[in-house]
């Protein structure tokens, strides 16, 4: 069981090795306990979807300690920075477009050219993000379809198995999660209700902010309300082996795999193939997923062959990515 400590300044530095070698943290926010990685390493990252137990890959929110440190990684209009001057630190999180080639891990964004941002109000938080100088992924610390945490307690109950260390720093003040607003459009949306009400946001921004309305056609969780990540060229599951003019994204050996009438795999140029872990470890493809997939994603190829991923584990969240990644051509 991770050990739950009181938060000063040596737990702090402890959570600050942890995270520095890819560990998960139970860490204290104003709205609910999160469960902390490194946002810029992938396999840390990984992690957090097989803890939570989260069959699929929805994006994670990353947690900065200003909007200075945001704007490394997104996109600010004059619109987000009033709503950013105007709730942050506090409970709220924008949903912005990414700047080209920042240091954030695909996983975090779920393969999406927007990121999900909050700056939290809770000191422990601020002192966590101020020592490890790293953005922080972190959604609530609870198994998936579980009530979301709100001590240090509550967090060993369902994932003390899992992390390597809890920070405590009472209880969380707002105990329900962040405000969600999508910002990549014309007009702001909330995409989650939250800590900040909608008419706090539409007092800011001088009109009326609307709710993303959910019918019973749609469906009522934003994180499924999403496009996710589809690459333009068709995807094959479960190969074999390779057709001429198709790339290959493998997974472990591909000692006895060929390409039709053409040889072997080996012979394939590193272009057209690129292995999501040769050691067959799932939390390196789970890594390796989205930017490899974006990589081979080129018209020169016909395709996207796809060989078969172990359903077991963080692998059942990487064969649903990639099936909903073959189901859109
Ligand atoms: O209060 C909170 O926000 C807590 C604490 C720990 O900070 N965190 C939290 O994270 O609730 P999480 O991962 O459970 O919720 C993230 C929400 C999901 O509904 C997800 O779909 C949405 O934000 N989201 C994240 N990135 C998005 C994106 N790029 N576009 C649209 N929605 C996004
Ligand atoms: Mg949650």
């Not at 050990?3 to 926010?29: E, F, H, R």
């Not at 609870?142 to 390597?164: M, Q, R, W, Y």
Request: hydrophobic share 40%.
């Amino acid at each position: 069981m991770a050990t739950i400590k009181t938060l000063n300044s040596q737990s702090i530095s402890d959570a600050v090795s942890v995270l520095d070698q890819g560990g998960l943290i139970g860490m204290p926010t104003e709205t609910v306990y999160g469960l902390a990685a490194d946002a810029t390493n992938g396999k840390a990252v990984a992690k957090i979807f097989e803890a939570k137990g989260r069959p699929q890959f929805n994006p994670l929110i990353v947690h900065v300690l200003d909007i200075d440190k945001a704007k490394e990684f997104a996109e600010f209009t004059e619109q987000d920075e009033v709503l950013a001057e105007a709730f942050w630190p506090g409970p709220l999180t924008l949903i912005l477009k990414q700047k080209e080639d920042n240091c954030l891990s695909d996983l975090v964004t779920a393969g999406l050219p927007t990121v999900a941002i909050r700056v939290p109000a809770h000191k422990g938080a601020r002192a966590l993000l101020e020592a490890c100088k790293k953005p922080l992924a972190a959604p609530s610390a609870n198994i998936s379809g579980t009530l979301s945490p709100t001590s240090a307690v509550h967090v060993s109950e369902s994932l003390g198995n899992k992390v390597d260390l809890i920070l405590a720093d009472g209880v969380a003040t707002v105990g329900l999660e962040s405000t969600v607003v999508d910002c990549t459009g014309d007009e702001p949306y909330i995409l989650r209700p939250g800590g900040i009400t909608a008419e706090e946001i539409s007092d800011v921004l001088g009109r009326d902010v609307q709710y993303f309305e959910t019918t019973d056609d749609n469906i009522k969780s934003p994180g499924q309300l999403l496009k996710h990540y589809a690459p333009s060229i068709p995807v094959r599951l479960n190969a074999i082996d390779v057709q001429e003019g198709e790339a290959l994204l493998s997974f472990g050996s591909t000692k006895f795999m060929g390409v039709k009438g053409k040889g072997a795999v080996s012979e394939l140029p590193t272009e057209q193939h690129k292995n999501l872990s040769e050691n067959a470890d799932l939390y390196e493809a789970a890594a390796n997923l989205f930017s490899m997939l974006r990589a081979l994603d080129k018209p020169d190829f016909k395709g996207i062959a796809v060989m078969n991923i172990p359903d077991q584990g963080i692998g059942v969240a990487i064969n649903d990515r990639l099936k909903r990644a073959a189901q859109s051509k």
